[in-house]
T-cell receptor, first 113, second 113 residues
């Protein structure tokens, strides 16, 4: 079955450490996205990529980095520069247009301890 | 600026009643709208979408209405069931062709038995 997979589901990180969240899709989608969701809040866009080897900052990119070396993969690194990294992180993908829905993964809950 | 907002943060309905969740959008250039359902600890799930050349679209137990004159979107759920309890987000595509979506804050739907 086609889908989008995020791993791990839960992640704990010590302050000052970088951590990388995985996102893989087999939907043959060109575009991929990372969102952050805080409790009781909506989705805020961190980074997005419309094509391999290209990505753009979203609304809250500070303290995060991404790469897009393969069409199927869009990993997100939460760096130590991110001041409040504890959140629920969602990855999504879509075909390369703004008139189709994004498909979401099941999310990674990151907690800084 | 661009924004998609919801009129009510929480909606409580009796099982079997119809639910109506509202959404206001501000970008008149948006021509594609989506409703997502998000259960606790999971990623958003696509429910239904509508393009601006339509004012109504029906799915299984759900109907989306679009009023472009007042920039208003609504999701109607018929015969609401306990499994409908979740947070519902509307999203719009805004201007440009980046594939980015603008999400509202979300409405929590609580279904009382």
């Amino acid at each position: 079955d086609g889908g989008i997979t995020q791993s791990p589901k839960y992640l704990f990180r010590k302050e000052g450490q970088n951590v990388t969240l995985s996102c893989e899709q087999n939907l043959n989608h060109d575009a991929m996205y990372w969102y952050r969701q805080d409790p009781g809040q909506g989705l805020r866009l961190i980074y997005y990529s419309q094509i391999v080897n290209d990505f753009q900052k979203g609304d809250i990119a500070e303290g995060y980095s991404v790469s897009r070396e393969k069409k199927e993969s869009f990993p997100l690194t939460v760096t130590s520069a991110q001041k409040n990294p504890t959140a629920f992180y969602l990855c999504a993908s879509s075909i390369r247009t703004n008139r189709e829905a994004q498909t979401f993964g099941s999310g990674t809950r990151l907690t800084v301890v | 600026g661009e924004s998609v907002g919801l009129h009510l943060p929480t909606l409580s309905v009796q099982e079997g009643d119809n639910s109506i969740i509202n959404c206001a959008y501000s970008n008149s250039a948006s021509d594609y709208f989506i409703w997502y359902k998000q259960e606790s600890g999971k990623g958003p799930q696509f429910i239904i979408d509508i393009r601006s050349n339509m004012d109504k679209r029906q799915g299984q137990r759900v109907t989306v209405l679009l009023n472009k004159t007042v920039k208003h979107l609504s999701l109607q759920i018929a015969a609401t069931q306990p499994g409908d309890s979740a947070v519902y987000f509307c999203a719009e595509n805004g201007s440009g062709n980046t594939g980015k979506l603008i999400f509202g804050q979300g409405t929590t739907l609580q279904v009382k038995p």
